[in-house]
């Protein structure tokens, strides 16, 4: 699988959590699929802004120079002919990680071999985002609903509203469940919904 796709997955995998897909006409059936989709592509551009923001040069050379200090018993490259060859991905990855902006100077990686690397596990940072995207003050409202992903139309409105966007189908299943006194066992309410108190 290309590194781009990888990438592109794992990030979307981050942002909608695991989702049922009917593999014969490989479409995502646990949510919107259009939706789903637009997602994707959203991960994608998160892909690109990230990689042009990369200082490529800088890296491999991190990159190149962790490598001989950490790998002393690997062949080492005195006058390298490009700044990538013999350096592994291990090298490549700390270097890409590391926070502290002296990351060219052997004594840095002999301090400190590893970047990084853990910590970030637990953060839930699709979350964290979706809340901050709340107070961008550039951004358009979605044009479509966020329960449901359902773009208006003639026959269904999409309501605007603080942090929100909401159709009128979703507000008719919402109120379905509040005066379902907590039964959303009931066939007209989905799985997914449900009164938090």
Not at 13 to 19: A, P, T
């Amino acid at each position: 699988m290309p590194n781009s796709l990888a990438a592109e997955l794992v990030l979307t995998q981050h942002i909608v959590g695991n989702q049922q897909f009917d593999g014969a006409r490989g479409r995502c059936v646990s949510m919107p699929d259009d939706l789903y989709n637009a997602v994707r592509q959203a991960a994608r551009a998160i892909l690109h802004t990230t990689a042009a923001a990369i200082d490529w040069p800088r890296l491999l050379q991190a990159a190149a120079m962790r490598h001989d200090v950490l790998h002393p018993d690997q062949e080492q490259h005195p006058v390298r002919p490009s700044l990538a060859e013999g350096v592994c991905g291990c090298c490549l990855m700390h270097s890409l990680l590391s926070e502290t902006g002296n990351e060219g100077s052997p004594h840095h990686w002999e301090t400190h071999p590893n970047s990084l690397t853990d910590g970030h596990e637990g953060v839930d940072w699709a979350a964290i985002v979706a809340q901050g995207v709340r107070h961008r003050r550039d951004a358009a409202h979605p044009a479509y609903c966020q329960w449901c992903g359902q773009a208006p139309s003639e026959h269904l409105k999409v309501v605007r509203g603080p942090g929100v966007t909401i159709c009128s189908d979703c507000v008719d299943l919402v109120r379905t469940v509040m005066d379902s006194d907590g039964d959303t066992g009931r066939p007209d309410v989905p799985t997914h919904i449900a009164p938090l108190a």
